[in-house]
């Protein structure tokens, strides 16, 4: 079974400009995080969704973050517009409730450099 | 809302020495802990995890952790670190159906 899978791999983009990062998680789990990782602030948990919908998103940092989940298997981070301190590695994140017991299982990352 | 606590920011160890890496835990019932790897560049590996009955749980590359309600803690251990165990190491807490909140990670470096 494919895992969570995340693109872009990489970015690189200019300081204004408009990001968005794309989360596919595993087939039939119903609830996905994002988290952002920096060196300073370690793993950050910036929104949950439970069955597309958002039940947590203390974590977004300010109004330039969004985050939606149209359906079961498709999820966005967008910034806009982002600046350099946006420059982290964005993890998407996905768990079956039911059967995994919480289990969460990562994505291999986004990694995002505003210059 | 829980939350995790891991004391040693990075550890060395010489390698085939034994490893305890420590996590505390702050929530008001048993919660479920895990204990994830990260290599450089690459995402989280799930290395064991505790939901309940024996507090001594094995897990992959031959980690273990053990649960200590008294202590709220679920230390994560290796009789005999290898070369290839450097990485950052996180412990993790989760309540039932809630959301994961992660450690700030714990970095091993292997002394050859």
């Known amino acids: 079974d494919a895992g969570v899978i995340q693109s872009p791999r990489h970015e690189v983009t200019e300081m204004g400009q408009e990001v968005t990062l794309r989360c596919k998680p595993i087939?039939?789990?119903?609830?996905l995080f994002w988290y952002r990782q920096t060196m300073m602030r370690g793993l950050e948990l910036l929104i949950y969704f439970n069955n597309n919908v958002p039940i947590d998103d203390s974590g977004m940092p300010e109004d330039r973050f969004s985050a939606k989940m149209p359906n079961a298997s498709f999820s966005t981070l967008k910034i806009q517009p982002s600046e350099p301190r946006d420059s982290a590695v964005y993890f998407c994140a996905s768990r079956a409730d039911r059967t995994s017991g919480n289990t969460i299982y990562f994505g291999e990352g986004s990694w995002l450099t505003v210059v | 809302a829980q939350s995790v606590t891991q004391p040693d920011i990075h550890i060395t160890v010489s390698e085939g020495a034994s490893l305890e890496l420590r996590c505390n835990y702050s929530?008001?019932?048993?919660?479920?802990l895990f204990w994830y790897v990260q290599s450089p560049g690459q995402g989280l590996q799930l290395l064991l995890k505790y939901f309940s009955g024996d507090t001594l749980v094995q897990g992959i590359k031959g980690f273990e952790a053990e649960f200590k309600r008294s202590q709220s803690s679920f230390n994560l251990r290796k009789p005999s670190v290898h070369w290839s165990d450097a990485a950052e190491y996180f412990c993790?807490?989760?309540?039932?159906?809630?959301?994961?909140?992660f450690g700030a990670g714990t970095r091993l470096t292997v002394k050859p």
């Open positions: 993790a807490v989760a309540a039932y159906n809630n959301d994961m909140r």
């Open positions: 929530y008001g019932a048993t919660p479920y």
């Open positions: 087939s039939g789990h119903n609830s």
